[in-house]
């Protein structure tokens, strides 16, 4: 991912960001807070997954989705990071072809940036830690409850769930938490303390 957005020129890098992890919710969240920010006079796009009818559900700006056209130039832009990545991993047996979720969040990020957005609210897709949307360096992050998910592959605990989750976590960037479970509401707030993010 880090390969793929160099390659795109790290519009991450230049866009206000909310991320919102946890394991209900997180997408309502996500659409509640770019709505929230749309309400109050911002220009906001909005990232989520899955879609349920068309890919374009994933890439809203202002509360409508991203026309055809968007989505295809979009696309075709980082079609052309994606062969590049493609060719170089024939040679480079440590880099990977991109995933299509990782695609999918290159191009949102890529067409927000493009739109010249005032903020941008990116939902992680699974777990937080090692999720493709945990590139940017946000300004707020945001973990709603937690409970058990994708034990194979974020933990069979709800400790080691909260963790991942927690992965979205950056250093003095403050957090809100909706963790009700004490245990992941500890592990959280133990992150958050060890990279001195203010926790509410």
Sequence with gaps: MGKLMELLGNPQLALQTVHVAGTKGKGSVARMIGNG????????GV???????TIRERFVVNDCL?????LAKCLARVREAVAIIDA??????????????????????????NQGLDWIVLEVGLGGRLDST????????????????????LGSTLAEIAAEKAGIIKPQIPVICGAENYEARQVIHDIAAAKRAPLF
């Design 37 to 44: 920010l749309f309400a109050s006079g911002f220009n906001v």
């Design 47 to 53: 990232y989520t997954s899955p879609h349920l009818e």
């Design 66 to 70: 991203i026309s055809e056209p968007d």
């Design 88 to 113: 170089s991993s024939q040679e480079d047996r440590e880099l990977r072809p991109p995933t299509f979720f990782e695609i999918s969040t290159a191009a949102a990020i890529t067409h927000f940036f």
């Design 134 to 153: 945990n590139i940017c360096l946000p300004d707020l992050c945001v973990i709603t409850n937690i409970s058990y998910d994708h034990t194979r592959q």
